[in-house]
């Protein structure tokens, strides 16, 4: 998979979802984790998505 320079960036600072809101996701392998946590760096403080590597982790970050 090729990624285009800057693309990571352009995503995350479109902030698509609404400030305040939780989001989680969970990785299934190292690369998807490694491209979440540069979306997640690039994303606004408190758009900022956050990134696990399990459903166990995301559950307990979202309080569910």
């Given at each position: 998979m090729?990624?285009?320079?800057?693309?990571?960036?352009?995503i995350?600072?479109?902030a698509?979802?609404?400030k305040?809101?939780?989001?989680a996701?969970?990785?299934s392998?190292d690369?998807?984790?490694?491209?979440?946590?540069?979306?997640?760096a690039?994303s606004p403080?408190?758009a900022?998505p956050?990134?696990f590597?399990t459903?166990e982790e995301?559950?307990?970050w979202?309080?569910?």
């Amino acid at each position: 998979m090729v990624i285009p320079p800057g693309a990571a960036e352009r995503i995350a600072v479109s902030a698509p979802f609404a400030k305040g809101c939780r989001r989680a996701a969970v990785a299934s392998s190292d690369f998807m984790f490694g491209m979440g946590r540069m979306y997640e760096a690039y994303s606004p403080e408190e758009a900022a998505p956050r990134i696990f590597r399990t459903l166990e982790e995301a559950r307990a970050w979202l309080e569910l």
